[in-house]
T-cell receptor, first 117, second 113 residues
Framework: DAGVIQSPRHEVTEMGQEVTLRCKPISGHNSLFWYRQTMMRGLELLIYFNNNVPIDDSGMPEDRFSAKMPNASFSTLKIQPSEPRDSAVYFC???????????????FGDGTRLSIL | DQQVKQNSPSLSVQEGRISILNCDYTNSMFDYFLWYKKYPAEGPTFLISISSIKDKNEDGRFTVFLNKSAKHLSLHIVPSQPGDSAVYFCAASRGDRDDKIIFGKGTRLHILP
């Protein structure tokens, strides 16, 4: 079984540019999560979707960040314009249980390491 | 406001001995707790979990203990093996809410040969 697939694995770009991170969740999973990992703040939840609908975006840092899930097999996280402080590792995760994650842990992709110069 | 705290950024343990990783939480509404393990350049992987109705859950070499009154949980690994060297994240969630999980900042475990 393929796990959560993220692309690109690494992204280096100049500040002010638009950045798009992509995620393909595990087939059959109906919840999708975007996280950001930094040394200072650890692993932070940015936004999550249930059945392609955004449920909680309170972790999205600013209006420069946006996320979409046009269908059950694809999601994007976009940063426009990007800034050096956005440099971090961004993870996507998916799970199969809606409303109660107790017995269905989240499965993570290998992340996108983003560097904004 | 950090709801899940892992106060030890790193821990070194001799191979074959017991590794004990600790985690504290502040939100008494949390009722489900998880541990994830993360290797460099990979995403976190689920390790073990425990519901608040239990105080212990065991899976092979891994045991998680929950002390609700102290709002404290710990992960015991025994015996520790070189492949256990990784970053361990403690996480918590509320069953009456949604699928949201709050993660600690992680503890880097280094198993010494």
């Amino acid at each position: 079984d393929a796990g959560v697939i993220q692309s690109p694995r690494h992204e280096v770009t100049e500040m002010g540019q638009e950045v798009t991170l992509r995620c393909k969740p595990i087939s059959g999973h109906n919840s999708l999560f975007w996280y950001r990992q930094t040394m200072m703040r650890g692993l932070e939840l940015l936004i999550y979707f249930n059945n392609n609908v955004p449920i909680d975006d309170s972790g999205m840092p600013e209006d420069r960040f946006s996320a979409k899930m046009p269908n059950a097999s694809f999601s994007t996280l976009k940063i426009q314009p990007s800034e050096p402080r956005d440099s971090a590792v961004y993870f996507c995760a998916s799970s199969s249980l809606q409303g109660r994650n107790g017995n269905q842990p989240q499965h993570f992709g290998d992340g996108t390491r983003l560097s904004i110069l | 406001d950090q709801q899940v705290k892992q106060n030890s950024p790193s821990l070194s343990v001799q191979e074959g001995r017991i590794s004990i990783l600790n985690c504290d939480y502040t939100n008494s509404m949390f009722d489900y707790f998880l541990w994830y393990k993360k290797y460099p350049a990979e995403g976190p992987t689920f390790l073990i979990s425990i519901s608040s109705i239990k105080d212990k859950n065991e899976d092979g070499r891994f045991t998680v203990f929950l002390n609700k009154s102290a709002k404290h949980l710990s992960l015991h690994i025994v015996p520790s093996q070189p492949g256990d060297s990784a970053v361990y994240f403690c996480a918590a969630s509320r069953g009456d809410r949604d699928d949201k999980i709050i993660f600690g900042k992680g503890t880097r475990l280094h198993i010494l040969p």
